[in-house]
């Protein structure tokens, strides 16, 4: 039963920080980034980089260092990449017409050749990442959890609520806020769309890389490995309400835990069934979505 | 030195011109009406002076700083720099934040530094001029009444650090009671060496309460209108 719980936690933890990235993008923004899976992508391959360093020049292959970096780098590296996706698809577009249509296209094409680029130069087999929590187990009773998911589920937590918090408290995320709700306001009181979507960009890229090097944890980096985050993510951020942190982390744990409970019991092919349908279920009895905040999704 | 010097401006959008080679002053001090009918340009003034106009032509001196120029793309791009070098607006209808509180509407208003650490006290004096706010600071603002919401977009831009301020139509869509109210309110603030810049339809509103009230006729101004039409009552005698 705690196996399970910790499992579906995990999930939990990984889905919530990038939809929490998505669900901001897409509202504040106004652009559905699909190049969140090559954000994502590239925070792993900048940890994988690093350690990959670190061990040749240094010898070392575990400690506080080299988690901390691995964790600070993937979500630089991500941030960054959050940042090239806004300079190429954002700024030069934000102010045409059609631009949630433009930018559709042009996130989707930064994903087609970022895909690609990595296929290039770090090739089709998967990377391992350093085991950064160790690979202890945690023994309570007849149980067992690895150190690896209670250290996923805890960081994961503490940076969720950091972000929250500075969304509801900071000026920067009042500012956010503003965006969210009426953009044109905001730029009548001084919030400049621009950097603020920049902001924004960044930010849920830091988030996706620390999703990135946390599911590095239990699978490899690959190419491709930002597709199913980036699906999870875009399901989860349209049923927790976009531009809603707490209905966002409540879809979250919902989804993960649905996704637990349906791989022990039944087959982990019948997972993605069991999501949509748990989705659909909520956007049929709450069209905003858990959380709900915007008076009307923006078009 | 005027505050906002506007010389040959032109502004429109596509290929339609609004505005027709503006010349136009305010100094220091004043409260300026600026009457006309729908469609005449009084909100594409508004729009041209904070460069939300598709395009615009022509100088517009901000304290001797050039805001204005030759632009034609990039609508609102300057907007933000513009709003926080000093002008703040109350926009025609009300472009608050319908899920944020009353509270944080008014605070995303001081949005220049020296605004913003002084908030509490610019939130206190902005819910002198508007009380009826003051019961309603956690409420979502998407939630209050036509003429709250009003108070709302007027008393956000009265939360600015501004040396001018333009309001677009603060009695549109208002019952007449609570307009000669918001109005009076607005004509009462102390502006310093600021200046106010209101638009409006309904002119008994704000005659006799203006330095100026300037006419706006097809995209070009009429000077002070307010002489030729002295004879018209103030808005509270009409009533």
Known sequence: MIELLASALVLASMYGLVAVGISLTWSSVGMLNLAQGFVF???????????????????????????????????????????????????PLHDRINFPVRGLIATLAISIIGTQVFMLIFGPQSKPLPQIFGIKRLKIGEFSIAYGQIGTIVVATIVLLLVT????????????????????????????????????????????????VLLGQIFFVSPTSGVQPLIVGLIISLAGGLGSMPGTVAAAVLLGLAEAVTARY?????????????????????????????????? | MSLLQMEEVSSGYGTMRVIHGLNFSIEPGERIGLVGLNGHGKTTLISTIV????????SIEFMGQQIGGRRSHGVGRNTPKIVRSGIAIAPQGDAIFPGLSVEENLDSGAYTDGAWKT???????????FPPLRSRLKQSAGTLSGGERRMVSVGRALMADAKLYLVDE??????????????????????????????EQNLPLLSGKCDRILGMHAGELKEDVGEALGDIPPAAEMS
């Open chain 1, 41 to 91: 992508t590239a925070g792993g391959y900048v940890a994988f980089l690093f350690a990959q360093y670190m061990a040749k020049n240094f010898s070392i292959r575990d400690g506080v260092i080299l988690s901390l970096g691995v964790v600070f780098l993937g979500m630089l590296g991500s941030a960054v990449a959050g940042l090239v996706v806004g300079g190429l698809a954002f700024l």
């Open chain 1, 165 to 212: 918090l500075w969304m509801r408290n900071s000026r920067r995320g009042l500012q956010m806020r503003a965006m969210m709700m009426n953009p044109l306001g905001a730029n009548m009181v001084g919030v400049s769309v621009r950097t603020t979507g920049m902001i924004a960009l960044a930010l849920s890229g830091a988030l996706s890389g620390l999703a990135s």
């Open chain 1, 266 to 299: 039944t087959e982990q092919s019948f997972v993605p069934f069991v999501q949509f349908a748990l989705v659909i279920a909520i956007l049929t009895f709450r069209p905003r979505g858990l959380g709900g905040v915007l008076e009307d999704v923006r078009e």
């Open chain 2, 51 to 58: 460069g939300m106009t598709g395009w615009q032509d022509g």
């Open chain 2, 119 to 129: 908030r509490k006290r610019r939130r206190d004096s902005v819910l002198e001029v």
């Open chain 2, 170 to 199: 603060p009695s549109l869509g208002l019952a007449p009671k609570i307009s000669i109210g918001l109005v009076a309110a607005l004509c009462e603030i102390d502006l310093g060496d600021g200046a106010m810049l209101i638009a």
